[in-house]
Every structure is written in C-alpha cells, then in structure tokens.
T-cell receptor
Framework: DQQVKQNSPSLSVQEGRISILNCDYTNSMFDYFLWYKKYPAEGPTFLISISSIKDKNEDGRFTVFLNKSAKHLSLHIVPSQPGDSAVYFCAASAGSQGNLIFGKGTKLSVKP | DTEVTQTPKHLVMGMTNKKSLKCEQHMGHRAMYWYKQKAKKPPELMFVYSYEKLSINESVPSRFSPECPNSSLLNLHLHALQPEDSALYLC??????????????FGPGTRLTVL
C-alpha cells in the first residue's frame, strides 16, 4: 500500500513557466513533508520542506503548499529553468517514527 | 564541510566477493542512514544509526552488514550478494538523532553491480 503517491511519472514545461508537481498521501499521522530533487547517478538533494502546522513554505523560486484536509501537497517552481530538469521526490514523515516515506518520483523536463 | 561523501562511486563484485561501502560526514550529524535505490524507484530505507547505535534494521538480509565505527563514519559490508542486489546505495545523515530532525542529506551514492 503506497502511503505517498506521485501520480504523474513525468511533466514537461516550457522555460520561464510554472512547474507544479503534485503529491498525495494517505497516512494522517504524517506531520512533515519534504521535496527532494535527483539528477541521474547522484543522490537526492533536499529542496524544501513543510510542517503540518503550516500550509505554505517559500524558498526563492520554490514554494510548497500543503492541503491537510485533502492530504495533498504540491511543489511550485517559478520560473522554471532548464537546470530544474530532474526527478522530484516527495517524502513524508510521521512524528517520532522519523522514517522518510518516498513517493515514486516525477520526472520534470524544462524545455528552453 | 557540508556534504555527505561516499566511496567508491562504482563497484562491481562477484557473488563470492566481500566488499565494503563507506560513507562519511563531518557536519556533526548524529543519525546516519543506508538506503537502496533500484532504477526508477524511490529510495528504500535499509538501516538507521542514531548516536552510533543501530536503531532501525528494515528486515535487510544478513548479507548486508552495517557498521558505525564513529559518529562521522558509516560502513556497509557486503558478502555473498545476489545479482538482484545491484542498485544505487545511498547514505544520508540528519542533524539530530533518529526521529528528531526530518531533513536528511544524501551522499552521491555507490552504484553497485553484482555479477
């Protein structure tokens, strides 16, 4: 049973436009959510996170939105750049468990 | 030093070999992790060390043996692996002990091929 779901395996966006990556979760105990970016043959790089007490967190071009009632979060990248092309993983954690549960990832391609 | 390093980058081994993967961080992080990632799949947690003690073993076969010699080093000893163990092995660390800090910082990984 997949607790963290990224239903879009891939997304293609034009440079300068907004990229929106979505993530759904089923475990209501999750209280912390993270986004990681991964290039081929490299480890995931931490991008941005959000606690369940917030509904938005912004860091430069990256904004994460959390809708707890819908058990949904999204990552917005504005403006998108070709260097943003990578696989993006959503991850969630439940309190003292500390274990990160990853989604399957969405491959973002930003075209010049 | 703000990174997690892993050696070697690539490793090819036979099913009868014994090898080790090494992970190092000098950020003073107190929790370190081993993950396994197969192609086009998310990372899967294998082991967690918190304050140099093994906190989590996600039912990993005994042919994988973790070791934490000190707070900066994490090893993964490999013996009698199977071809299906071929994967990218990722090390990560987080500042607090297990369950304290959620942000985990990953190393570049070791690409392991078992022949």
């Amino acid at each position: 049973d997949q607790q963290v779901k990224q239903n879009s395996p891939s997304l293609s966006v034009q440079e300068g436009r907004i990229s929106i990556l979505n993530c759904d979760y089923t475990n209501s105990m999750f209280d912390y959510f993270l986004w990681y970016k991964k290039y081929p043959a490299e480890g995931p790089t931490f991008l941005i996170s959000i606690s369940s007490i917030k509904d938005k967190n912004e860091d430069g071009r990256f904004t994460v939105f959390l809708n707890k009632s819908a058990k949904h979060l999204s990552l917005h990248i504005v403006p998108s750049q070709p260097g943003d092309s990578a696989v993006y993983f959503c991850a969630a954690s439940a309190g003292s468990q500390g274990n990160l549960i990853f989604g399957k990832g969405t491959k973002l391609s930003v075209k010049p | 030093d703000t990174e997690v390093t892993q050696t070697p980058k690539h490793l090819v081994m036979g099913m009868t070999n014994k090898k080790s993967l090494k992970c190092e961080q000098h950020m003073g992080h107190r929790a370190m992790y081993w993950y396994k990632q197969k192609a086009k799949k998310p990372p899967e947690l294998m082991f967690v060390y918190s304050y140099e003690k093994l906190s989590i073993n996600e039912s990993v076969p005994s042919r994988f043996s973790p070791e934490c010699p000190n707070s900066s080093l994490l090893n993964l000893h490999l013996h009698a692996l199977q071809p299906e163990d071929s994967a990218l092995y990722l090390c990560a660390s987080s500042q607090g002990g297990w369950g304290v800090d959620y942000e985990q910082f990953f190393g570049p990984g070791t690409r392991l091929t078992v022949l």
